[in-house]
């Protein structure tokens, strides 16, 4: 069934907070994830919701770094991973239409 962004719904159970670390593109301190089991682990993909950018978090699994190339082709071929980032692309636009209206 779509929701409001007319993608499909993706069901992410859990919430898992982390100490705060910045998107690898914007910049924007990310501190929490959401995802379908378990908490995150090192090398696992996380979108940043204000830029849509794909980040990994590092190998202490808590800090983001920015994806290899190989991972990066990785998430190319995933279908999941592209629908959440379709997702998270108009998220981060929904948003930025947001804050542009409340700055007129």
Request: a neutral charge; charged letters at 30%; one cysteine or more.
């Amino acid at each position: 069934m779509p929701t409001t962004t007319g993608l499909p719904k993706i069901d992410f159970d859990k919430t898992y907070r982390h100490p705060p670390s910045p998107c690898c593109e914007c910049g924007k301190k990310l501190d929490s994830c959401n995802g379908p089991g378990d908490p995150p682990q090192a090398g696992d993909f996380m979108l940043c919701l204000c830029c849509a950018s794909l980040n990994v978090f590092a190998d202490d699994g808590v800090w983001l770094r920015r994806p290899t190339d190989e991972e990066m082709l990785r998430a190319a071929a995933d279908p999941t991973i592209q629908l959440m980032r379709r997702v998270a692309l108009k998220v981060a636009a929904d948003m930025k239409d947001k804050r542009d209206v409340g700055s007129i």
